[in-house]
């Protein structure tokens, strides 16, 4: 009856100890559907393609270690009194394979406004190659939206931190 009691214990304390699955990114969608636009926008607007490298984790002293990284994507719109407005949003991993999409129904930033998208350090999906794709639009003779990214990781009292700027792709 001794071990009996020992056992359930002992199990109970595993499964305690256990964490919760966490979502391996902050953004929320919530926020997403706030923004979308419900009405067709003007087919007068100029359309494009933005490529943002990001690294979730890099090579440390060998190709065998690896560091992973937090990403922080901003959306910037440097229009000062016009929207920009962000088709989509679609995350690939390092053999190019797409691991989800952050929206992909047609969402605004307002002028001058920054929004994010935050891959966090324990999503090591993306490797060290990975990118995403921004479709967007703008009014015609405003400026094109900008994508950065910027990388970090601490260890200790080290750290390590770097930024990607996004190219406009065809």
Known sequence: MK????????????????????E???TNPINWEKRMITTPISDSLDMGHTFLSIYSSVYMRNEKEQSDLTVTVSLHNPNRDEEVFIDKAVYYNTQGDPIRTYFDRTIFIKPMETVQIVIDGVD???????????????????????????MINTF???????????????
């Open 24 to 26: 391996l990114s902050s």
């Open 156 to 170: 200790g009292s080290q750290g390590l931190s770097f930024v990607t700027e996004g190219k406009r792709i065809k």
């Open 3 to 22: 071990d009996i009691f020992i056992i359930i214990t002992l199990i109970c304390i595993i499964i305690s100890c256990q964490d919760t699955p966490r």
């Open 124 to 150: 090591k999906e993306g490797g060290t190659g990975a990118n995403f794709i921004f479709d967007w639009k703008k009014k015609p003779n405003s400026n094109e939206p900008l994508f950065e990214a910027v």
